[in-house]
């Protein structure tokens, strides 16, 4: 009886889907617009700008994993958490293309935003609206492809070029790397000359030009196009843009007090307001996972730690006044941080190992006694300081040796550090010892802000076996480094089988 029924049922199924017109079959589905209903208006415009922000709250960028492959896989960090893969991925023993915390999920996330930002360079420009709105739009979507591009160089390297809205039977061919930097700059070259100086209101926290320049000039300086990155880098040090840029509290760079300041260049603003998981619906969590991984242990999972000779850095020169560096209180904890400061790690007294850091900024050790998920402080990508330090560093490279110093003695006198030639006269006009210092001087100001991997890429620390000898003796995982290809990710497995035009990177 029940295999009739079921044979009458179907039956009739047939007549009736038979007997009726194909486009009452072929319905849209009322609660998702379509790619065509959804472009039409400014407000779409707006939201699908939005939605390329909205990437820096996902687990594989800048709310998460980017800080272990930035952070912990440089000299200044490392890892030992009982996840065993996921330290690997930090010291250079990579055997799963495809483990997803260190590298599918952060190749997934970037191109999921460069896959936003086509979407919008595509659509926008044919809605009809205000023409100056609609091209800052455009330009904050280029200046982000060009972010993401830039870091896909820095990790990657060989990162497949997609310019266009990708189709699930599009497989796009191999890029060089040269290929991905002539990318970066064109998005962040056109970027600059449609974004404005400054936003207000609750567009504060948008790209500027200024964050456009000096993105360009991190490009620039990867490929060592010295003279080219000082032009970039002069619109905020000489030219219009300095106006709007200053030195602010060192601390106040790292809280979520006094937010999106002179010293920022360009900041990712984020929040506790949404205290759920990851995802794209309004309600998603907005807020980063850093120091939640960072913190010490019982506070956070401490899957990250802050490599211990910076600390001993920190107390190799002592102010004009005879004291401590003050940058080390807001940058590192450390067992002796209460004897030297007075300060307690997050209200409490130092019970971890005699020899163990970890980085403090963007900790919320000032305000709370544990960390969770939702840490509402912005990170600051790109603050004048590093503008300052990338400018002396252009200028020691261009043979302007005599003019450097000014820049790095900006940053110096916040913290009260003697003047560089008074404190290390024997540099003189000497460029080789000019750049010597001044990856002390970023390690002393920037330390723990995921600049430190793309300098040594830069300075060609890790070109030679000599070189990465020497980075070795600050942090041992580099004894796993192989030159010539740890200097750049594998491919995830899976994108290069699934693609017949990408071939896995040198080495692996």
């Not at 930002?117 to 455009?138: S, W």
């Not at 310019?163 to 991905?180: C, G, H, N």
């Amino acid at each position: 009886m029940k295999k009739i029924f079921l044979s009458i049922f179907f039956a009739g199924l047939l007549g009736v889907m038979t007997g009726c017109k194909k486009d009452l079959l072929n319905q849209d589905n009322p609660n998702t617009l379509t790619t065509e209903q959804f472009w039409k208006t400014e407000s779409d415009a707006q939201k699908g700008v939005n939605a390329i922000y909205h990437m820096f709250y996902q687990n594989g960028g800048f709310n998460r994993w980017m800080y272990f492959r930035l952070d912990l896989a440089s000299d200044e960090g490392f890892s030992k958490s009982p996840w065993v893969e996921l330290a690997d991925w930090t010291r250079f023993q990579y055997i799963n293309y495809n483990f997803w915390e260190g590298n599918v999920n952060s190749y997934r996330d970037v191109y999921k935003a460069i896959f936003r930002c086509n979407q919008v360079l595509e659509n926008v420009p044919g809605i009809e609206f205000d023409q100056g709105r609609k091209t800052q739009m455009i330009a904050q979507a280029k200046f982000l492809r060009g972010l993401y591009y830039y870091y896909a160089a820095i990790l990657w390297e060989n990162f497949p070029i997609v310019t266009v809205t990708q189709r699930p039977e599009d497989m796009p061919r191999q890029s060089s790397l040269a290929e991905v930097w002539a990318l970066v700059e064109k998005d962040l070259t056109e970027a600059s000359a449609g974004l404005p100086e400054q936003w207000t209101g609750n567009d504060l926290g948008r790209a500027t030009k200024g964050a456009a320049q000096a993105m360009l000039a991190k490009a620039l300086m990867q490929q060592k196009k010295w003279a080219q990155a000082k032009t970039a880098l002069d619109y905020l040090v000489t030219g219009a843009g300095q106006n709007y840029y200053d030195l602010v509290d060192f601390k106040d760079n790292f809280r979520a007090d006094n937010e999106n300041n002179k010293e920022s260049v360009f900041e990712i603003q984020f929040s506790d307001a949404n205290k759920t998981g990851e995802g794209d619906g309004p309600n998603s969590n907005m807020g980063s996972n850093r120091s939640q991984f960072f913190a010490p242990r019982d506070i956070g999972w401490s899957d990250g730690q802050a490599r211990f000779w910076l600390v001993d850095e920190f107390k190799k020169e002592k102010t004009t006044d005879n004291q401590i560096d003050p940058r080390l209180q807001y940058s590192l904890f450390y067992p002796g941080s209460e004897a030297d400061f007075g300060v307690k790690t997050y209200g409490r007294s130092w019970t971890w190992g005699a020899d163990e850091a970890w980085f403090k900024k963007y900790s919320r050790d000032y305000m709370r006694s544990n960390e969770d998920y939702f840490n509402q402080i912005n990170n600051r990508m790109i603050r004048y300081a590093d503008v300052l330090l990338m400018y002396a560093e252009v200028q020691n490279e261009l043979g302007q040796t005599a003019d450097a110093y000014t820049y790095v003695n900006r940053v110096r006198a916040r913290s009260k550090m003697a003047p560089l030639a008074a404190a290390y006269p024997a540099i003189g006009n000497n460029q080789t010892l000019f750049r010597e210092r001044l990856k002390t001087e970023r390690a002393l100001e920037l330390c723990g802000e995921s600049v430190r991997w793309a300098d040594l890429k830069r300075w060609g620390d890790l070109d030679t076996q000599a070189g990465v000898n020497k980075v070795a003796e600050r942090d041992p995982d580099f004894r796993n480094f192989v030159v010539g290809k740890s200097i750049r990710l594998p491919l995830p497995q899976i994108e290069v089988e699934n693609n017949t035009n990408l071939r896995q990177n040198p080495g692996y």
